[in-house]
């Protein structure tokens, strides 16, 4: 019905103990998707901001140029070749293909880059994939970007308004803030509708189980939702630095002082690895141990 990879998987999904996650799989079958609603109905488990397990190595790159700006994530096998000079060499060489060249989708950039794809797997000796990328042009706005923990996270935002220096240090700001509160949507409007039913039918559940009456269940869950609002989507998010005002409070704020209204138009966050699989053996051996009892 289910396996060990699979309680692996829930528990780095969720958060959630071995056992609950155990428990989750054999009420639904195995089911992951209904399992992690499960685990959130019973309180065990909160919203995963990213459901997924960050697992192969690899780094994550930027490179901006004027008005035009790259994010490019590449995976290998280990953490040593991540960190070698070749591999990076490769990697930036991946972003700068991207900045100036029309690339419509992934397909067509390991194409254009497959020789000297094959040519860095021969000199390193590990496989190497050109994972994904997006490419921005701005006009009248500034393009920032921000690498984290030499890689392992990367951030490409645009903001508009004005194209001066100020501007660039508040991208920078809007750009720290994405890589630390990991935002899934800019406002709003961007939460796909499926995605926000999804979320009241599990918080509605979730306030009947807690033993909330009826009758306020639906106020409850239009409450919640703003939480979900305020920790997902970056408008909304608390401003690290400054916890008294959001970040569109912070982006008005600077706007104010400098004449310009300005707008965080839209921002690209990749985890290194996120969604891949990777062995790890000491989790594994714990949950093999837990499945037995």
Known sequence: MFSGQDVIALRQATGAGVLDCKKALTETNGDMEKAVDYLREKGIAKAAKKASRIAAEGIVAAKIEGNTGALVEVNCETDFVANGDKYRAFVDGVADYVLHNDVKDVDELIAAKNDETIEAIATIGEKIAIRRFVKYETKGGVLESYIHMGGKVGVLVEVSGCTCEKTHELAHDVALQIAAAKPLYLDASEVPAEVLEHEKEILKVQ???????????????EGRVKKYY??????????????????????????????????IERFTRFEMGEGLEKKNEDFAAEVAAQMKK
Do not use: H
């Not at 306030?207 to 909330?212: R, S």
């Not at 608390?238 to 600077?254: C, G, L, P």
């Open 207 to 221: 306030a009947l189980n807690e033993g909330k009456p009826a009758a306020i269940v639906d106020r409850m869950v």
């Open 230 to 263: 305020d920790e997902f989507c970056l408008v909304n998010q608390a401003y690290i630095k400054d916890s008294t005002m959001t970040i569109q409070q912070y982006v008005d704020k600077i706007g104010k002082e400098m004449g310009k209204t300005l707008k």
